[in-house]
């Protein structure tokens, strides 16, 4: 069964045109101007095969069948409106669900969002903390932030930074000795490991051409951020990533030792396609890559995004 569709940019135009009494009021309103409204005006009379206003030389007035066609149409286009409102309202009351490893949430994202809510009150953050891969046909959310390649059909990527990494240890490690004044150094100290990235410390000491007897196995946490912390306690020495330990370097709870290296991974924000368009989303994402693009440790070391 065809349906006969009216076209709705004239219903819109007849709507404001009438209620207003005036074409060059509606065009002022529409923000177009008064010949538009007269040819959208027309185009709805033709459609309808009814004369709607009554054209004067200096004011318009509807007829009869204008007036009735306006007291039918002006409150379905009132509840078009509402339902449209009500709908982006609702979406905009969802929040943004955010899917991160606990080390970058506690060291990089929470610490900058109050920046985020500043410039965007209304929008909500809902953070989900898993180390595995994101699988968007299984988890419940809208965007990830992992490590890694992970371009594929139907995700869309966009690249924050390059990881690097760096050695780090407590001052007060680094008082009572014995001295780090070389990399061969690290031999005499416990290096502190994470146990989701039990290759940075073969990847650092080869990219600094240490070839040296093997390092002692030192100490194993279940995360980087338990890790970081056992390193300002004084535990022993850790590979750090630099850009989640900007602010514990530069208030000297940690101190850098040596030249931080650049891998060939970087942070990336993925998210399906099909959730492309989602305000929320598009707001999110422009506010990461303006923060990661304001790293000075990360500017120092070549792995900042460019803006």
Request: glycine share 6%; aromatic share 8%.
């Amino acid at each position: 069964m065809s349906h006969d569709v009216t076209p709705l940019n004239p219903l819109r135009v007849f709507e404001v045109a009438a209620r207003l009494g005036s074409f060059t009021r509606a065009a002022q309103e529409l923000s177009v101007t008064q010949p538009a409204i007269s040819r959208q005006i027309a185009t709805l009379e033709n459609y309808l095969r009814v004369r709607l206003f009554m054209r004067g030389r200096q004011q318009v007035a509807l007829t009869p069948e204008g007036e009735r066609y306006y007291e039918q149409v002006a409150p379905a286009l009132a509840a078009i409106a509402a339902a449209s409102s009500d709908l982006r309202a609702r979406e905009q009351e969802q929040p943004l669900r955010v899917r991160v490893y606990p080390t970058f949430a506690a060291k990089w994202l929470i610490p900058r969002m109050g920046s985020l809510s500043a410039a965007h009150p209304r929008l909500k953050i809902k953070l989900i903390s898993a180390v595995a891969p994101v699988n968007f046909g299984r988890d419940d959310v809208d965007v990830a932030i992992q490590l890694g390649r992970h371009e594929g059909p139907g995700i869309r990527c966009q690249h924050l930074f390059t990881d690097v990494l760096q050695p780090v240890c407590s001052p007060e490690l680094l008082k009572r000795g014995p001295p780090l004044d070389r990399v061969s150094d690290l031999a005499a100290h416990r290096l502190l490991h994470s146990k989701y990235r039990m290759t940075d410390w073969a990847y650092w000491l080869e990219a600094n051409g240490y070839s040296g007897p093997a390092m002692a196995d030192g100490m194993t946490f279940p995360s980087s951020v338990l890790t970081y912390q056992a390193a300002m306690e004084g535990l022993g020495v850790a590979i750090g990533q630099v850009a989640l330990l900007e602010a514990e370097c530069r208030s000297g709870r940690l101190v850098p030792l040596f030249t931080p290296v650049k891998r060939d991974l970087a942070y990336q924000a993925l998210w399906p396609s099909s959730e492309a368009s989602k305000r929320g989303l598009r707001t999110f994402l422009s506010w990461l890559k303006s923060e990661a693009a304001k790293s000075p440790a990360l500017s120092a070391a070549g792995g900042a995004a460019t803006p």
